[in-house]
T-cell receptor, first 114, second 115 residues
Framework: AQTVTQSQPEMSVQEAETVTLSCTYD???????LFWYKQPPSRQMILVIR??????QNATENRFSVNFQKAAKSFSLKISDSQLGDAAMYFC???????????FGSGTQLTVLP | KAGVTQTPRYLIKTRGQQVTLSCSPI?????VSWYQQTPGQGLQFLFE???????NKGNFPGRFSGRQFSNSRSEMNVSTLELGDSALYLC??????????????FGPGTRLLVL
């Protein structure tokens, strides 16, 4: 079984500042993949970033980067130079190599203040 | 390349009725997964189809069923609707994964309201 925990139901950040969203996970598999998705008010789930567990290098996508700590089973998302359009619900998710279903955390609602 | 499309976008039904939701994956994607999103339960996996076969199923009652066609389009059906079935139903597609872990791309969802 795989589980994902997001302990911050809500967070806020000032525009142009940096914010970090936390995520911890648990899985018995050695082969797994981690994701951050964002869900704006439109409810469309949008992929933000993906991390393969076998890769030591942290994934980066423009202003978005992760801090992947495999031993601690931690997978945090850092958003730099926050923009108003970053306001959304952010979900951390895991999929194990042998499974084909995403398991999601409960989400973190991010507010960006002008 | 067009994204995942879902129809209808909004649906209102009454208890006891049945409903069919449709999902067209990204061109070339052969795996389609369905998720239910509710305020109370969050995002929960329903089932996954590949090559017209259900490969994986979540913990939902038999009232929830699905199928996939030869062109990879998928439908899910909910029979004997209950108030608790009100939710956002999300479809996601991915390439044909050999071992899993493929990125899933989501459609805009179908909002179902059961009265």
């Amino acid at each position: 079984a795989q589980t994902v925990t997001q302990s911050q139901p809500e967070m806020s950040v000032q525009e142009a500042e940096t914010v970090t969203l936390s995520c911890t996970y648990d899985t018995s598999e050695s082969d797994y993949y981690l994701f951050w998705y964002k869900q704006p008010p439109s409810r469309q789930m949008i992929l933000v970033i993906r991390q393969e567990a076998y890769k030591q290098q942290n994934a980066t996508e423009n202003r978005f980067s992760v801090n992947f700590q495999k031993a601690a089973k931690s997978f945090s998302l850092k958003i730099s130079d926050s923009q108003l359009g970053d306001a959304a619900m952010y979900f951390c998710a895991i999929i194990s190599g042998s499974a084909r279903q995403l398991t999601f955390g409960s989400g973190t609602q991010l507010t960006v203040l002008p | 390349k067009a994204g995942v499309t879902q129809t209808p976008r909004y649906l209102i039904k009454t208890r006891g009725q049945q409903v069919t939701l449709s999902c067209s994956p990204i061109s070339g994607h052969r795996s389609v997964s369905w998720y239910q999103q509710t305020p109370g339960q969050g995002l929960q996996f329903l089932f996954e189809y590949f090559s017209e076969t259900q490969r994986n199923k979540g913990n939902f009652p038999g009232r929830f069923s699905g199928r996939q066609f030869s062109n990879s389009r998928s439908e899910m059906n909910v029979s004997t609707l209950e108030l608790g079935d009100s939710a956002l139903y999300l479809c996601a597609s991915s390439l044909a994964p050999r071992t899993g872990g493929e990125t899933q791309y989501f459609g805009p969802g179908t909002r179902l309201l059961v009265l």
